[in-house]
């Protein structure tokens, strides 16, 4: 419920005549899930400034708290979601931060010391929930923030491109590839090519468990962008299942190079870039 | 400005459909390689437009829906319409000069692909691509 | 109307380079591929090399220059070799369908030469 004309709380005054032991009951409170993860003097210090935010918004006469007079108020419980999100704290212990001041107002209210009533616990409680809310949802976007950046960094360490030798790239694939990764793979691959100049490139996929069409399909379209860019692309490491799987899919290979060992394709584009390979005794 | 309206009356107008795609692409955040396959599919429209439709024109909108972005074009022309649709869209099929893989390719550029056309009463084409 | 931008050819050797650095008109594109015809068929060149690193974007009008011009060169004994495609435009050129007939490509210019000249030495003149 929005702040209508002729509301008759007095919640403004009763949060500033309370606001000291208001302050410290709500800093007690709402320490005492954090079981000192969080020092008490820091806790203070954000509740302390989130307390003077909140006051002024009461103070406006509004009661939504979507609306201007509130704003330092959501960016202050923005900013505290974010870093408890961070930090490894649930959505309960973040949110309690701010219900714990409804239960400090509750408490103070019921001892009658400094006035308030009914009306003003109404007022608090819409409030106040609606402030949780907020919070929660916060904490909530500030995690989907951690996971989508996680995922981009195991993308990253998961597709290194390694330079086998002069004017030889090789991306050793490993784990389970979905779609996703493998277009990762392959324009990071093809960057590498232009970067370095390497007119080879190897993908090795020993050490991929399986592979669907998509992914078969993407490994197809990495070797074909290649060579319109000017530079070979062999595969490596067909293990026999997933060949059966590649044949039983009903995908075309056609004239990509294929190799059993990350060895014999290093072999072939040393070959091919006019460098052969021989022991020093004469024998290969 | 989140929606530009693009006549296509020339052959210039194509290169100008480019850049504005290019330039919503980049607000959209779309990957270098998604903004580019979404440029050439609206390069191939374009061009179709202009062609085919004997000129029409083209908007281009910024896309907002929950946490991803996007950009959607779309080509209006009056010109006479596609009478074989399924045919159309087929690959290295062609009624004019052309390689015969501007509709079919264009399709498999964007995530979304939406056409609407009759004879004699001319064809819009939309397109739609996601951030990912 | 703006007019038809010309896309400067140099000589190199017996090679002609033609480096794209414009965003190609589709008017354009035809009058590199009649520049190129004349200009090889006036200095007997043996080769040709369009760079487009420079180019963010090729659809299948200016796909079809790379194998039009290609196949054109060949009348006059040249071949045609494109470099520093950018992988965007390899990724997106492979999604399209797009495959470019007689052309030969090279990562740089320098690779491109390369090529052009080791196809000299199978075929001497």
């Known amino acids: 419920m929005t702040n209508g004309t002729g509301r008759s709380d007095n919640l403004a005054d009763l949060l500033r005549a309370g606001s000291t032991p208001l302050a410290a009951r709500w800093v007690e409170l709402a320490a005492a899930p954090l079981k000192g993860r969080l020092s008490v003097a820091e806790l203070a210090r954000e509740l302390d400034e989130l307390y003077a935010a ?12 979507q609306a201007e007079p509130y704003a330092e108020a959501r960016a202050l419980l923005g900013d505290l979601s974010r870093r408890r999100a961070r930090a490894g704290f649930t959505p309960s212990e973040t949110a309690i931060g701010v219900f714990a001041l409804k239960q400090a107002l509750f408490e103070l209210v019921d001892r009658a010391e400094v006035g308030g009533g009914l009306p003003e616990v109404v007022a608090a409680s819409q409030l106040l929930d609606g402030l949780g809310l907020w919070t929660f949802e916060a904490y909530a976007k500030a995690r989907e923030e951690v996971i989508d950046e996680q995922a981009e960094q195991l993308l990253e360490l998961t597709t290194p491109v390694v330079k086998l030798w002069d004017g030889v790239l090789a991306v050793p694939l490993v784990g389970t590839l979905d779609s996703a990764r493998t277009q990762v793979v392959m324009e990071k691959l093809l960057e590498s090519l ?22 078969a399909q993407h490994l197809l379209k990495t070797v074909m962008a290649a060579r319109l860019m000017g530079a070979e692309c062999t595969i490596s490491g067909i293990r026999p299942h997933i060949a059966q799987t ?39 | 400005m989140t929606r530009e309206d693009i006549p ?16 919503y692409a980049q ?99 939309t397109v739609t691509k996601w951030s990912r | 109307m703006t007019g038809v931008e010309r896309i ?4 190199i050797g017996d090679v002609l380079l033609a480096s ?27 080769g040709v090399v369009l760079d487009i690193s420079a180019v963010d974007i090729v659809d299948s009008f200016i796909g079809r220059m790379f194998a039009t011009i290609a196949a054109t060169s060949k009348l006059f004994d040249a071949h045609t070799v494109v470099v520093g495609m950018r992988p965007a435009v390899a990724i997106t050129l492979v999604e399209l369908g797009l495959t470019l007939g007689e052309v030969r490509t090279a990562l740089d210019l320098e690779k491109g030469l390369a090529i052009l000249a080791e196809l000299g030495e199978q075929a001497p003149r």
Request: aromatic share 2%; glycine share 12%; hydrophobic share 45%.
């Open chain 3, 8 to 11: 400067p050819i140099l000589k």
């Open chain 1, 54 to 65: 909140i006051l002024a918004g009461v103070a406006s006469g509004s009661r939504d708290i």
């Open chain 1, 194 to 215: 232009v970067v370095t100049g390497a007119a080879h490139a190897i993908i090795d996929i020993t050490g991929v468990l399986a592979v669907d069409t998509q992914v």
């Open chain 2, 27 to 125: 607000r959209a955040k779309l990957s270098l390689v998604d903004q580019t396959k979404l440029v050439t599919a609206t390069s191939e429209l374009a061009r179709n437009t202009l062609t085919y439709g004997g000129g029409g024109s083209a908007v281009v909108e910024l896309l907002g829906e929950g946490r991803r972005q996007g950009v959607r074009a779309s080509f209006r022309d009056d010109g006479p319409g596609i009478p074989d649709i399924t045919l159309a869209l087929t690959d290295g099929w062609t009624s004019g000069q052309g390689m015969g893989l501007g509709l079919s390719g264009a399709r498999r550029l964007v995530d979304e692909f939406d056409l609407d056309t009759a004879v004699g009463r001319g064809t819009t084409v």
């Open chain 1, 246 to 284: 590649i044949v039983g899919l009903g995908i075309e290979f056609g004239d990509i190079t294929t190799k059993a060992s990350l060895a014999d394709a290093l072999r072939h584009a040393l070959r091919r870039s006019g460098v052969d390979v021989i022991a020093a005794d004469g024998r290969r």
């Open chain 2, 8 to 23: 296509i009356v020339a052959d210039e107008d194509v290169v100008r459909v480019r850049q504005v795609v290019r330039s």
């Open chain 3, 20 to 46: 794209i650095q414009v965003d190609l008109q589709d008017r354009d594109v035809l009058a590199l591929q009649e520049d190129l015809a004349e200009k090889i068929s006036a200095t007997g060149a043996h």
